[in-house]
């Protein structure tokens, strides 16, 4: 099928930046991003870029030449979608908060309301791709939707899920180690194949059946987030053997079997599809009942809730097992560098750790606002608004979340933190000064001789 019009549902941290790189590398395809939130939409239609929903590196200026050529924001779901040969299904797939494999399973009703939407409106026959992550079989019921709802024209259905991190998206989408396509119609999977072969190299471009192409997704997230929870168990082996866990990771990653990738110890690895894609294939493994595959990769998450637990702990018992009426600045909020996203946060959990125990925070991150920092912590309901209200106070500048701190709490490793006069900041605290830095990013010699009590991970 000859493809000139693409449609994507779901204007997030996926669907936003993949549709405006396409859109970059195939001027002559015209591409609409459709979001039922209509504020999302107009935020990506402001004519100040800084004003784009989404802060990634190098997205505005892509937006800046698409959008309005190729490139079109949109409320107008159904319109978008009749006017395409190619539909993306991007939208978001969280762990279901009810009912049945509630806390575990991926609620896929925003996958099942654009299935039906699609079979509704659409009167030509249409590719419809999931690029969200979803279950291993999601593509039966999906087709088994557009087939007995539909208007009686053909649907083919993709899979091929998207690899992008937050903050390095512009630049993974750019040079994609693989593009993935899972399906069944030869046609349809060149058809998807040509739009990327603009700019990634054919050998990259792997096409599989669909159930190896969904798996694979799940799969790589729970490889990537086992590293991180390997790592950090040896962290904490490290802590209490006088290793090194930077050295360890040094020269184990030299091990070329082994790689040097993703084995930095940190507080505990966040975002929005870590947890929530190992929670979903470990319900998945328990529906067909393989309890050890289950249980194997269920600890991945144990793990991980382990490490922020014991950061938190560690800074209480150091602070002579009370942090009540305390100040403890937190540096960052973001769940890494480099992006505005907050979702699953190691400074969620470690906040209202803390704020348990009665400690005031004062919290700077150079993207997240005040206002993002209170839902994430009135979202998980462990008391009233009003006292994490004053709980917390949020500071646009990193000095004054310092002045007269008791510790800081490293939460995210912006690069800024590096370059700070951390002498200044010692002159501003309480003494004794301590330092928690959860993501092992000052240099401990430096910090040791300004005087301060500095405490990282693994060392
Ligand atoms: P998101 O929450 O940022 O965006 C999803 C958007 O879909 C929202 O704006 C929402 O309003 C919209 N939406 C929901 N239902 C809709 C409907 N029926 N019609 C129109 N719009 C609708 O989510 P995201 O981070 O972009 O993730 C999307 C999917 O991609 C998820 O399955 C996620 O697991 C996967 N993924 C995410 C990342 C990432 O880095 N965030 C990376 C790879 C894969
Ligand atoms: C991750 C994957 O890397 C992407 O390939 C995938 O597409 C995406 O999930 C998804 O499906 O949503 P992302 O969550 O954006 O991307 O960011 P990562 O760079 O993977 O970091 C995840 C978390 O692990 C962060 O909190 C990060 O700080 C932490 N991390 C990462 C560590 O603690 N140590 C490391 O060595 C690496």
């Known amino acids: 099928m000859e493809i000139k019009n693409i449609c994507c549902i779901g204007a997030g941290y996926v669907g936003g930046p993949t549709m405006a790189v396409i859109a970059k590398k195939n001027p002559h395809l015209n591409i609409t991003i459709v979001d039922i939130n209509a504020d999302r939409i107009a935020a990506w239609n402001h004519p100040d870029l800084s004003k784009l929903p989404i802060y990634e590196p190098g997205l505005a200026d892509i937006v800046k030449d698409t959008r309005g050529e190729n490139l079109f924001f949109s409320t107008d779901v159904d319109s978008a979608i009749n006017n395409s040969e190619m539909i993306f299904i991007s939208v978001n797939t969280p762990t279901k908060t009810y009912g049945k494999g509630k806390g575990m399973a991926a609620d896929l009703k925003y996958v099942e309301l654009c299935a039906r939407n699609i079979a509704k409106v659409a009167k030509t026959d249409k590719i419809v791709v999931e690029k969200s992550t979803l279950p291993v079989r999601t593509a039966e019921a999906i087709k088994s939707i557009l087939h007995n709802t539909g208007n009686g024209i053909n649907f083919h259905i993709l899979s091929n899920p998207e690899f992008l991190a937050e903050g390095t998206a512009v630049t993974d989408l750019l040079n994609p180690d693989r593009v993935l396509i899972g399906g069944e119609s030869e046609e349809a999977i060149e058809s998807l194949a040509k739009v990327y072969s603009s700019w990634v190299p054919e050998n990259n471009i792997l096409r599989t059946n669909l159930w190896s192409s969904e798996l694979s997704k799940l799969t790589a997230n729970a490889f990537l987030a086992q590293r991180v929870s390997s790592i950090n168990a040896i962290s904490e082996l490290c802590e209490s053997t006088g290793a090194n866990v930077n050295e360890v990771a040094r020269a184990i990653g030299m091990d070329s079997r082994i790689g040097s990738k993703f084995l930095?110890?940190?507080?505990?690895?966040?975002?929005?599809?870590?947890?929530?894609?190992?929670?979903?294939?470990?319900?998945?493994?328990?529906?067909?009942?393989?309890?050890?595959?289950?249980?194997?990769?269920?600890?991945?998450?144990?793990?991980?809730?382990?490490?922020?637990?014991?950061?938190?702990?560690?800074?209480?018992?150091?602070?002579?097992?009370?942090?009540?009426?305390?100040?403890?600045?937190?540096?960052?909020?973001?769940?890494?560098?480099?992006?505005?996203?907050?979702?699953?946060?190691?400074?969620?959990?470690?906040?209202?750790?803390?704020?348990?125990?009665?400690?005031?925070?004062?919290?700077?991150?150079?993207?997240?606002?005040?206002?993002?920092?209170?839902?994430?912590?009135?979202?998980?309901?462990?008391?009233?608004?009003?006292?994490?209200?004053?709980?917390?106070?949020?500071?646009?500048?990193?000095l004054d979340a310092v002045k007269d701190a008791h510790a800081i709490a490293i939460m995210t490793e912006w690069d800024e933190f590096k370059a700070y006069d951390w002498q200044d900041i010692y002159n501003q605290m309480q003494k004794p000064a301590f330092i928690f830095d959860g993501r092992n990013l000052l240099n401990k010699q430096k910090m040791d001789a300004i005087g301060f009590e500095y405490y990282s991970i693994g060392q």
């Open 264 to 398: 930095n110890a940190s507080v505990g690895f966040g975002g929005s599809c870590f947890q929530k894609d190992i929670l979903n294939l470990v319900y998945i493994a328990r529906s067909y009942s393989l309890n050890e595959v289950a249980d194997y990769w269920e600890q991945v998450i144990i793990m991980n809730d382990h490490q922020k637990r014991r950061f938190s702990d560690r800074l209480i018992k150091t602070l002579y097992n009370t942090v009540s009426g305390k100040k403890i600045a937190m540096f960052g909020w973001a769940f890494k560098k480099d992006t505005n996203d907050t979702r699953e946060s190691a400074a969620i959990y470690v906040a209202d750790h803390l704020l348990n125990e009665q400690a005031n925070i004062s919290i700077y991150d150079p993207k997240v606002s005040e206002e993002r920092i209170l839902t994430d912590l009135n979202y998980l309901n462990t008391r009233t608004e009003a006292e994490n209200r004053n709980g917390v106070s949020y500071t646009a500048l990193p």
